[in-house]
């Protein structure tokens, strides 16, 4: 049972959480119906703002942008940090500020054009403008800034009011959430110099980083990114770290710009999402690596042939053999487009994805 500084917590984040989902819903929505690109809302992940051809999705776009940014101060701490409720209140509304004040400030970076966005040189310009950057796609005229700024600032005034508003019937009625944590900039420094120590990453990782023909890591798979979008995959691979113990991972992503997190296995994801990402423990013995090139490598004495043995077809996803070229680890068969995963133990049923 959850205290109520936890409950209030809780509260706060997922009204961050299901808000932002309806105004990814009301953006797409928009989009489809003005035929504009659907890449132009995963830019978010680049820290983009982007310039609208109707007033309508410049004041729905930053509604989710800033939602998206208050859960991540939400998230730096836990509940039963703070020795009362209005205490705790207190610093989530200023926490919200806080976020408002960040997004709405001038960007640091205009870039002309999507192509210029996506550019080869894109993600040494948005690292070397560090964590705080904030980069804009486009032309940002004062009419889009304030309707922009205005519909940020209305996101922030309906947190605030919320929080007000709940009555303690209502923070007993509050449904919990698995845990995830904003991590501080001194732990993300710590889990990059541990990923660097023990498997050699330094940016990008294997195998974006060599040649075909170069060895990989030891006790290391890339596989193409597709089968790692099954839940059963995912599951499976959930499970092989449980049974190791592990209950809690770390997520590193590429840009400083980036939040990290600790959160319970359950949310762990290997997935790519216009920003690389990096999964360990502290023991850095299993390590998951999502690159922009399509691929998910698997590495760890242990967690590598658990992985193999549960997934029986994996041989069938080796990322070097389609984009490589390269025969190492190639088993027989064809691809598929069918995940073959055995049940747990225990559980007799199979599991197979088409």
């Known amino acids: 049972m959850m205290t109520a500084t936890e409950s209030l917590h809780t509260a706060a984040r997922r009204y961050c959480i299901d808000r932002a989902k309806y105004w990814r819903a009301k953006y797409a929505e928009i989009e489809k119906r003005n035929e504009r690109p659907a890449t132009l809302g995963l830019l978010a992940k680049l820290g983009l703002t982007v310039q609208h051809q109707t007033r309508e999705g410049s004041a729905t776009f930053p509604r989710y942008k800033i939602l998206d940014a208050i859960l991540i101060e939400v998230e730096r701490r836990i509940g039963e940090e703070f020795p009362s409720l209005p205490d705790m209140k207190l610093w989530l509304i200023a926490?919200?500020?806080?976020?408002?004040?960040?997004?709405?400030?001038?960007?640091?970076?205009?870039m002309s054009s999507m192509k210029e966005a996506f550019s080869p040189d894109v993600r040494e310009r948005l690292q070397a403008l560090g964590r705080k950057a904030k980069i804009v796609l486009g032309h940002e005229s004062e009419i889009d800034r304030t309707l922009q700024n205005g519909a940020m600032k209305d996101e922030c005034d309906s947190f605030a009011a919320y929080l007000n508003g709940l009555s303690s019937d209502g923070l007993a009625n509050i449904e919990g959430l698995a845990y995830r944590r904003t991590l501080r900039d001194n732990e993300s420094d710590r889990l990059w110099s541990l990923l660097g120590s023990r498997w050699g990453v330094d940016g990008q990782w294997y195998p974006t980083d060599r040649g075909g023909e170069d060895a990989p890591p030891e006790?290391?798979?890339?596989?193409?990114?597709?089968?790692?979008?099954?839940?059963?995959?995912?599951?499976?691979?959930?499970?092989?770290?449980r049974r190791e113990g592990v209950t809690r991972v770390y997520e590193l992503r590429e840009f400083a710009s980036s939040?990290?997190?600790?959160?319970?296995i359950e949310l762990l994801r290997?997935?790519?999402?216009l920003d690389e990402g990096y999964w360990l423990d502290d023991s850095a013995d299993w390590i998951l690596y999502a690159s922009h090139e399509g691929s998910v490598t698997v590495g760890g004495a242990r967690l590598l042939p658990a992985l193999k043995e549960v997934w029986s077809n994996w041989y069938e996803y080796v990322y070097a053999a389609r984009a490589l070229g390269v025969e190492r680890e190639v088993g027989p068969g064809v691809m598929s487009t069918s995940v073959h995963v055995a049940p747990p133990p225990g559980d007799d049923s199979a599991s197979t994805s088409d």
């Not at 500020?97 to 400030?105: D, G, I, L, V």
């Not at 939040?259 to 319970?264: K, P, S, T």
């Open 219 to 241: 006790d290391t798979v890339a596989f193409q990114a597709a089968p790692f979008f099954d839940n059963r995959l995912v599951e499976a691979i959930q499970g092989v770290l």
């Open 95 to 110: 926490a919200a500020q806080s976020a408002y004040e960040e997004e709405a400030r001038p960007p640091d970076l205009v």
């Open 270 to 273: 290997p997935w790519y999402t």
């Open 259 to 264: 939040a990290n997190y600790e959160l319970d």
